[in-house]
């Protein structure tokens, strides 16, 4: 018989400006997932959200019933409650909280281990992005890449003092759309400026040589053609730079906007609001902690 079930895990911002694809950051706010045995499926969403309430549109069930099948059981359901904190299409990895707590729950209840390659065999048929899934799994700051069927990652520590003011406009935006107005080809000189800035990017962390994190969170891969579809993207650049960012970027594909920042963060994420506001968007920011210990599953009595 199996025991009731939960799953936290947290959001994540990816990208951080000039890591495209390949840097993601783990964030304290968190979805909740509580599933037991049940015949058929019942879903319960806090918030009530009647969409991720049918099944077939649930990834969370989805990956439970996509797990079962793959060791050859019958999924017959599951009571399934979802606590969603997580903003959904705002560029902060909610999807990827679903689909790591799936892969959990069904790992701890079939008491399989959990190796790299059955986790990301599963999540990449769901979702094909290491760079939101593995910090959504491990917590921290993780580097990774994707060759020929094989992920490769690190996670290196990530300066505690440093917080994330995440500025989140009141509309969603699609993964699928914004990977759409990108380019096929990016000019050689695009691609020579970004590198130099993930590498500046990762030994000014290292170094703790904060006073470099603004030019090295700029890019030219993503977030030139993806601004078109947030308004007031460069002012809510210059407003939190204005506020004293270390460094600011889109979160994810957007419209998030995240500002990493050793102090006065309410001030930031208040010039953040404003510069939406001016630009006819409505927002609210929160002030989130780098989370550094990823998904973890409990049992409730």
Not at 61 to 78: D, I, N
Not at 158 to 177: G, H, N, R
Request: aromatic share 10%.
């Amino acid at each position: 018989m199996m025991k009731k079930l939960k799953a936290v895990v947290p959001a994540t911002t990816a990208n951080l400006g000039a890591g495209f694809d390949t840097f993601g950051l783990a964030l304290s706010l968190y979805n909740e997932f509580e599933v037991e045995e049940h015949d058929g499926v019942v879903i319960e969403t806090v918030p009530e959200n009647p969409f991720l309430e049918k099944p077939e549109n649930n990834l969370f069930v989805q990956v439970l019933k996509y797990m079962c099948e793959k060791r050859r059981k019958t999924f017959y359901g599951a009571k399934v409650k979802q606590i969603s904190n997580i903003p959904v299409a705002r560029g902060l990895g909610s999807s990827a909280t679903a689909i790591v707590a799936g892969i959990l729950i069904s790992a701890a209840v079939s008491k399989t281990e959990l190796t790299d390659e059955l986790f990301f065999e599963t999540a990449y048929r769901f979702e094909p992005h290491p760079d939101n899934l593995l910090p959504a799994w491990k917590g921290g700051f993780t580097t990774a890449l994707l060759s020929e069927g094989k992920t490769y990652y690190q996670k290196i520590p990530f300066p505690e003092d440093i917080k994330a003011v995440v500025a989140v406009p009141d509309f969603e935006l699609s993964t699928e759309k914004a990977r759409s107005v990108l380019p096929e080809k990016i000019p050689l000189k695009d691609g020579i400026f970004n590198v130099q800035r993930a590498s500046l990017f990762l030994t000014a962390l290292i170094n703790r040589r904060y006073d470099l994190l603004k030019i090295a969170m700029e890019d030219r891969f993503h977030q030139p053609y993806r601004k078109k579809l947030i308004p007031g993207f460069d002012d809510v650049l210059k407003e939190a730079y204005n506020g004293g960012a270390l460094g600011v970027s889109l979160s994810g594909a957007g419209p998030s906007v995240v500002a990493l920042s050793v102090e006065n963060h309410q001030e930031i994420g208040e010039r953040m609001v404003y510069a939406f506001r001016r630009n006819g968007v409505q927002s609210s920011f929160m002030v989130l902690d780098v989370d550094t210990e990823g998904a973890k599953v409990e049992i409730l009595e």
